[in-house]
């Protein structure tokens, strides 16, 4: 007996997802400072995963100091989320993904397709179009 076709483009969106993520896993965004002073390296999470200062970053005050990391790290993360958003979109374009979802959300009786929601609990999203 074969599988359903519903079944094997589960199957098939399952081992796609899973490229996806350990391919999203992998992503690094990179920044250099203005000056070069500071250079940081993210994970798509916004984690530093590199960091390194030049000679003449102890000579910065405390606030220049604070403000050129904050700035690099946020370019780092930028940098990190366009990688992330090519690789998404592996998904994102594929139409089986959006059936998907509108068929699990549809469902009354599927716990994908609903959402308890305690006090202390933000709302989740129940689509994979709002998680992005």
Known sequence: ??????????????????????????????????????????????RITDIALSQHFSQLEPDAAEGLIARTHAAALDDATRAAQSIRRELLDDPRVGRLVDTVVAEPDSPAGSVVVRDEEPLQPTSIYERW
């Open 1 to 46: 007996m074969s599988p359903r076709p519903d079944a094997v483009a589960i199957e098939e969106l399952t081992a796609k997802a899973a490229r996806v993520q350990l391919a999203l896993q992998s992503v690094r965004g990179h920044a250099r400072s203005d000056g070069a002073h500071v250079r940081i390296e993210v994970g798509i999470d916004g």
